[in-house]
């Protein structure tokens, strides 16, 4: 039991530096503002992340974690550096 806390550490730790640069590029520009003016889209997207999650987490224990994590780990890492590039 004590692994998988560790796993979910390091997918906490993994995804942190994406969601600070998105939330610190989407509070400057305003566009917080859109999502609560497209409710549907909203709602659409949500729908969506929360069916990724669950279906995530059905293959989880399809993988191995030593191969997973660090898939993550470059997925989110080129999300953090596109987000940051993007004017």
Same mark, same amino acid.
């Given at each position: 039991m004590h692994r998988r806390h560790g796993a979910l550490e390091g997918r906490v730790l993994v995804s942190l530096p994406t969601m600070?640069? @998105?939330? @610190?590029?989407? &509070?400057?520009?305003? &566009?917080f503002a859109v999502l609560g003016a497209n409710i549907r889209c909203t709602t659409i997207m949500a729908a969506g992340s929360i069916a990724g999650a669950v279906l995530g987490g059905l293959l989880l224990g399809m993988f191995p974690n030593l191969v997973l994590i660090p898939l993550l780990a470059v997925i989110l890492l080129v999300s953090a550096v596109k987000l940051a590039r993007h004017d």
């Open positions: 600070l640069v @998105a939330f @610190a590029r989407y &509070s400057r520009d305003g &566009s």
